[in-house]
């Protein structure tokens, strides 16, 4: 008997996740869009399996603009195993040394100052960074280690909490593209006795914060009491993430044209930068970019129902 292929729902709009351990960012999405039934879906960069916390995940218009989450700061509490070091630099991986801890808060104290502000670092081999096509993870599983050039990130808050016989507690705020394996693995070299990453919780991404996810319990209920439409109450607007740009109101006939791909002039544009944009009905249309000529022309455009 032939299955009956299952009709997705076109929603549009982003769910802050607070991902479990365990998953991978794209089995919670994937586990979140059946929930919701959703035709389509993304989500703003990877959590490792083992990290929990702050996940957004875009659906339908909302996916457009899922890169813009993904370039935002973000924040992390963090526990470093210290004396262990690991081939994942993380508490999933094989262990490759052990040594003997025997530090005081004051000696780690000691050399977060060199990882604070502007730092080089090389990414990890177990990463989804791409070499001639084949994630690093890949390769490292198979057995090869290839050389990676260095990146410049920003750290812009790291702070000791707690220390707990041979286990430190640390809350970071850091650029896009930080690993917390590797800046943990490198604050364990310059002690000297090495660290991996033995829990990691990302706390905020871009302007979502902890206290504005949902678990994935709380969606199972929600779905399990309702079904996939009792999710929708879980979806925020599309362009939430993005409250901190400007919003512009465009006249209807402004809006015509810039619906259909043209520039136009707003008289309360800013002089440079990207724009939030609104129809005459206050509808979210879309994002544009203020030009040299002080017109605002459309970069990505929201879909009309």
Same mark, same amino acid.
């Given at each position: 008997?032939?299955q009956?292929?299952?009709?997705?729902?076109?929603?549009?709009g982003?769910?802050?996740?607070?991902?479990?351990?365990?998953?991978?960012?794209?089995?919670?999405?994937?586990?979140?869009r059946?929930l919701?039934?959703?035709?389509?879906a993304?989500?703003?960069?990877?959590?490792?399996?083992?990290?929990?916390? @702050?996940?957004? +995940?875009?659906?339908g218009? %909302?996916?457009? =603009?899922?890169?813009?989450?993904?370039?935002?700061?973000? !924040?992390? $509490?963090?526990?470093?195993?210290?004396?262990?070091?690991?081939?994942t630099?993380?508490?999933?991986?094989?262990?490759?040394e052990?040594?003997?801890?025997?530090?005081?808060?004051?000696?780690?104290e000691?050399?977060?100052?060199r990882?604070?502000g502007?730092?080089?670092?090389?990414?990890p081999?177990?990463?989804?960074l791409?070499?001639d096509?084949?994630?690093?993870?890949?390769?490292?599983r198979?057995?090869?280690v290839?050389?990676r050039?260095a990146?410049?990130?920003?750290?812009?808050?790291?702070?000791?909490?707690?220390?707990?016989?041979?286990?430190?507690?640390?809350?970071?705020?850091?650029?896009?593209?930080?690993?917390?394996?590797t800046?943990v693995?490198?604050?364990?070299r310059?002690?000297?006795?090495?660290?991996? @990453?033995?829990? +990691?919780?990302?706390?905020? %991404?871009?302007? =979502?914060?902890?206290?504005d996810?949902v678990?994935?319990? !709380?969606? $199972?209920?929600?779905?399990?009491e309702?079904g996939s439409?009792?999710l929708?109450?879980?979806?925020k607007?599309?362009?939430?993430?993005?409250?901190?740009?400007?919003?512009?109101s465009?006249?209807?006939?402004?809006?015509?044209?810039?619906?259909?791909?043209?520039?136009?002039?707003?008289?309360?544009?800013?002089?440079?930068?990207?724009?939030r944009v609104?129809?005459?009905?206050?509808?979210?249309?879309?994002?544009?970019?203020?030009?040299?000529d002080?017109?605002?022309?459309p970069r990505?455009?929201?879909?009309?129902?």
């Amino acid at each position: 008997m032939a299955q009956v292929k299952r009709i997705r729902r076109s929603v549009s709009g982003i769910i802050l996740l607070d991902k479990p351990r365990g998953f991978t960012s794209n089995a919670a999405l994937q586990k979140v869009r059946w929930l919701l039934n959703a035709e389509k879906a993304g989500h703003t960069g990877s959590l490792d399996p083992l990290a929990t916390g @702050v996940l957004p +995940l875009c659906f339908g218009e %909302a996916t457009k =603009f899922s890169q813009y989450l993904l370039d935002a700061d973000k !924040a992390y $509490e963090t526990v470093a195993q210290l004396g262990v070091t690991t081939s994942t630099a993380d508490a999933e991986g094989d262990v490759l040394e052990r040594r003997s801890v025997a530090l005081s808060a004051a000696d780690i104290e000691a050399v977060l100052p060199r990882f604070r502000g502007d730092i080089q670092q090389v990414p990890p081999m177990h990463s989804a960074l791409k070499r001639d096509g084949q994630p690093l993870y890949k390769l490292a599983r198979a057995g090869e280690v290839v050389e990676r050039e260095a990146r410049s990130v920003t750290i812009t808050r790291l702070e000791l909490l707690e220390v707990i016989g041979d286990r430190v507690r640390l809350a970071v705020s850091c650029s896009k593209g930080t690993y917390i394996r590797t800046l943990v693995e490198d604050i364990g070299r310059a002690l000297g006795c090495g660290a991996h @990453v033995a829990e +990691l919780r990302r706390t905020q %991404a871009g302007p =979502f914060v902890l206290a504005d996810t949902v678990s994935l319990e !709380a969606l $199972e209920q929600a779905h399990g009491e309702g079904g996939s439409e009792a999710l929708d109450r879980f979806l925020k607007p599309v362009d939430c993430g993005l409250q901190h740009w400007p919003l512009l109101s465009f006249s209807e006939h402004s809006a015509y044209y810039w619906l259909h791909g043209q520039p136009v002039r707003a008289p309360d544009a800013p002089a440079f930068g990207m724009v939030r944009v609104q129809d005459q009905n206050g509808r979210f249309i879309g994002i544009g970019e203020v030009s040299d000529d002080g017109r605002v022309a459309p970069r990505r455009l929201i879909r009309s129902e």
